[in-house]
């Protein structure tokens, strides 16, 4: 419980310091963090080919999941996909259904037009649903980071035309705004009674999700429910939005700790078959759930949050 409330503490301490800026203060102003600057003899754009061929794995991943090879989804896969790609894999193995395979089609693919070290793209599948999906360049091979992310509402029109406009984060308007986005969602959602500052408009899905959490307790009872939010620890990715603003992709892992008042869980969460999947037995008395939340955020040039699209999924479930 003091761990849990620390937390907030912290988080209510991040909150001030995103209303007033972020970086040293040099005279009075602040200013952000130097990022290091990247080898330009290594660095490189993603020509649309390249992007396609990528798009690809999603077909190879599927079949590992289906084969349950998950040394295979932890190969293709990193930050936010790769959370969800291991305990929750090896739950498959215990009788966790497989994610049905989809086929994606008509993708666009924005592509990043600044030259990086460790290359990346976006590609958004319209079909059957509208789904964002994260490609980075890791370890010599392209790897699924984000998605399918689902799409909440209307798309936004990126800054684009051959290449999409990359927001660095060393930029001091959008790139400062949008390496803001992690943090201001881990105060959002650490503050049940809004002191933060941060806002989202009422029908957003990060207000309806802030809602689920402080109502979930009752749903348990009489088993006991606290919560705790973190950052899927990566770079952060952003794209330049028409207008000014910033496309921001991102992740968090909600912490579920839920402890039963008798010998063992009357509600576990998530469900007996799940917890039985991912722990071996449903007769527990104390869980640690782990839920990914994999975001796609519009920041807009006066900091406004908007929440375009997002996915949430069962990454682990420990004793």
Not at 56 to 72: G, I, P, V
Not at 94 to 109: E, F, H, I, Q, T
Not at 132 to 147: I, K, M
Not at 276 to 285: K, P
Request: charged share 25%; proline share 7%.
């Amino acid at each position: 419980m003091a761990r849990s409330v620390l937390r907030r503490l912290v988080a209510l301490g991040i909150s001030v310091a995103l209303l007033t800026g972020c970086g040293a203060v040099n005279g009075g102003e602040a200013s952000p963090t130097p990022e290091p600057v990247a080898d330009t003899a290594s660095a490189r754009t993603v020509q649309e080919s390249e992007a396609a061929t990528a798009f690809e794995l999603l077909k190879e991943l599927d079949e590992a999941r289906r084969k349950r090879d998950c040394a295979k989804v932890l190969f293709l896969t990193t930050s936010a996909a790769s959370e969800l790609g291991g305990r929750a894999c090896e739950a498959t193995r215990n009788g966790r259904p497989v994610p049905a395979p989809v086929a994606y089609g008509d993708v666009d693919y924005f592509l990043p037009d600044r030259a990086v070290e460790r290359p990346w793209f976006v590609a958004l599948a319209r079909k059957p649903q509208p789904s964002y999906f994260v490609f980075a360049y890791e370890e010599d091979r392209w790897r699924l980071a984000y998605g399918p992310v689902r799409l909440a509402g209307r798309e936004p029109g990126l800054d684009a035309d051959e290449v999409t406009r990359a927001v660095p984060t060393e930029d001091p308007e959008d790139g400062l705004r949008a390496r803001l986005v992690p943090q201001k969602h881990l105060a959002f959602l650490s503050d049940r009674f809004g002191l933060t500052g941060v806002r989202f408009v009422s029908g957003d899905p990060m207000r309806n999700l802030l809602t689920e959490l402080v109502k979930k307790p009752a749903t348990v009872r009489p088993d006991r429910l606290s919560y705790d939010v973190q950052l899927v620890p990566e770079d952060t990715r952003a794209l330049g939005v028409e207008g000014g603003g910033a496309l921001v992709f991102h992740a968090i892992k909600i912490i579920y700790t839920q402890k039963a008042r008798s010998r063992r869980l009357t509600h576990p969460l998530f469900g007996a078959d799940a917890l039985r999947a991912f722990t071996g037995g449903a007769d527990r008395a104390v869980i640690h759930v782990t839920e990914v939340v994999s975001l796609a955020t519009k920041v807009a040039p006066d900091g406004r949050l908007t929440t375009v699209a997002m996915s949430r999924g069962l990454a682990d479930i420990t004793r």
